[in-house]
């Protein structure tokens, strides 16, 4: 649906950079910064902080408003409770400490960065004019939102959302949560790593090896990615590998939830021409009652922009009146 909003700024947080993107009144991203992402909670305010300056513009109303995407569970007041892949911010007050560092009366949200990646997919993105949407952000890990009847599903605590923490192989490899066998060690960018790294150690994927300089332990999913562009075939059996898995907690979410779109982002989806079909694929042979599911699965638009974007969506929605929690 389309609203007026004021220009804003959104920051996703991610395991490895900080992204932060401007928008426009009409949703237009007119900037965007990268940066690294620390390793301390309190160097990441001052991260966050950097990286809004350098996409800011002053507004009429003095300083845009600010929306934060972080990952992991994210409370109603913006506190970052638990991060499986930023341990850093377990139990950080990020929404006090980012609204300390800007001038008083300036709106400043923080919330799950896969839920506003989610709102932005669906408001301006790959899902726009759905409904029912299920957004899954794969990244270090993996992220989730909803927006069900319309409606942005935030759960009880803030919380709704953390699809890649469902066990998926209940003895299956250790995760950061603590866990073992969750679903994004399968089906993230670290788990298709691990796919890869395991492929090449047996000898499945020399080429990927390769590209890794020859040693098969620092496989990355880029050499992955890049020997699968190439047209290798042990590359591509890796992708096929990782598309069932992801396809699997894709089905699980569908006979959950019953999406008329499912959204693939975050930064693996940047190479997402590689596996779409084969999800898609594998997705009909998982699912309940395939013939009566009308589930489109798409790439996100906004790509692994989108958490930024949606942040960004959210707190121009909270227009530029006092500051409040996320």
Partial sequence: ??????????????????LAVRL?????????CKLATPPEAA???????????????????????LGVGCPGMVDRDGRAQFSPNLHGVDGFDL?????????????????????????????????????????VAMGTGIGGGMVLGGRLVEGAHGFAGEVGHM???????????GKRGCWERFASGSGLARLAQEAALAGRAPRVSVLAGGDPEAVRSEHLVKAAEEGDAGAL????????????????????LDPSVIVLGGGLAEAGELFIGPVRSAFGGLVEAP???????VLARFGERSGAVGAALLAGEKGTGPDQPG
């Fill in 1 to 18: 649906m389309d609203r007026t909003r004021p220009e804003s700024i959104g920051v996703d947080i991610g395991g490895s950079k900080v």
């Fill in 24 to 32: 426009t009144p009409d949703g237009a991203i007119a900037a965007t």
């Fill in 43 to 65: 160097a990441l305010v001052e991260r966050v902080l950097d990286a809004a300056a350098q996409v800011m513009e002053r507004s009429p109303a003095g300083y845009l408003p």
């Fill in 95 to 135: 929404h006090s400490e980012l609204a300390a560092g800007r001038p008083r009366g300036s709106v400043t949200l923080v919330l799950n960065d896969a839920t506003a990646a989610c709102w932005a997919e669906q408001e301006l993105g790959a899902a726009r004019g759905a409904d029912d949407v299920v957004m």
């Fill in 167 to 177: 066990v998926v192989a209940p003895h299956g490899p250790p995760c950061p949560c």
């Fill in 237 to 256: 059996a890796v992708i096929d590998e990782f598309a069932w898995w992801l396809a699997l907690g894709l089905a699980n979410l569908a006979n959950a």
């Fill in 291 to 297: 013939a009566a599911r009308r589930v489109e699965i």
